[in-house]
């Protein structure tokens, strides 16, 4: 069954190779309001989880600026009923031309956060099928080396050591390094003990299929939680920082990095 499904994708999967970025709305037509349920950050995080390349549509890069055919517009289809919320992910081109599908994903739960947490989930394990190896086009590989290769003669230019030969500057150089370095330390060791100290804040929570999910009422930031082999320790995934979550009685205690910074936040649960 499962080397069916693979064959019967590998046309699917030649066709999404030829698209570099995959672009997920942050509100989708179906809804009025922006990361509806919880839609969009869901999106964005399974298919950064099977491996593809997704961004916001208020995060385009120069180049899919430039040219809009390098990405896929990612569209959730709702064909749900009174009794059930269908979905599935459809992926259109730079000319409105559907690309390709997934398998409708189904929920019987009345509440809708909940129902279209469990239908997106399900419709996206047709991508868990597949994987992404973007090749590019002829044209882009010809022209990376010329994009390279460009500042070579300047930065080989023999003028600027002979101008920077006197001895006076590189002492003056080496007094200024030696006075800073106390100041660059007082500032990092301060940061750090601001950066381990820990934020409380309340959040909802509601169960998924491999863990929890944590949203703000007020906040964009939308906490993954995922299961591990320890009962106590998960992974913790947002849409821009990864780190471990540790359970505790009334909430959760999220340590990830910020640059070299470890940032410590206890998050309470609302009753």
Excluded at 227 to 252: L, Y
Aim: charged letters at 25%.
């Amino acid at each position: 069954m499962f080397l069916f499904m693979g064959l019967s994708l590998l046309p699917a999967q030649a066709q999404l190779d030829n698209y570099k970025y995959f672009v997920v709305p942050k509100r989708f037509e179906t809804f009025k309001d922006v990361n509806q349920y919880q839609t969009s950050t869901l999106v964005k995080f399974l298919l950064t989880r099977y491996a593809f390349d997704p961004i916001y549509d208020d995060a385009i890069p120069e180049e899919l600026f430039l040219n809009k055919c390098l990405g896929l517009n990612t569209q959730l289809e709702d064909n749900s009923s009174y009794l059930q919320t269908v979905v599935a992910i459809v992926f259109y081109d730079c000319r409105g031309q559907e690309v390709f599908r997934t398998q409708e994903g189904r929920s019987k739960n009345k509440e809708f956060k909940e129902a279209f947490s469990e239908a997106i989930q399900e419709a996206m394990r047709t991508m868990a099928l597949l994987s992404h190896n973007y090749q590019g086009s002829e044209e882009e590989t010809v022209e990376e080396p010329v994009v390279v290769q460009a500042p070579d003669p300047v930065e080989t230019i023999p003028e600027p050591e002979t101008v920077v030969a006197p001895a006076e500057p590189a002492v003056v150089a080496v007094i200024v390094e030696e006075a800073a370095e106390p100041t660059v330390k007082e500032e990092t060791e301060s940061e750090a003990s601001e950066a381990t100290k820990p934020e409380i804040t309340y959040w909802e929570q509601t169960t998924s299929t491999n863990g929890y999910i944590l949203t703000h009422p007020e906040k964009e930031v939308t906490w993954v939680i995922m299961k591990t082999s320890s009962a106590d320790v998960f992974m913790a995934i947002s849409t821009t920082r990864q780190g471990v979550a540790f359970k505790q009685q009334k909430g959760w205690r999220l340590e990830y990095y910020l640059g070299d910074l470890l940032k410590v936040e206890e998050i309470q649960l609302e009753d």
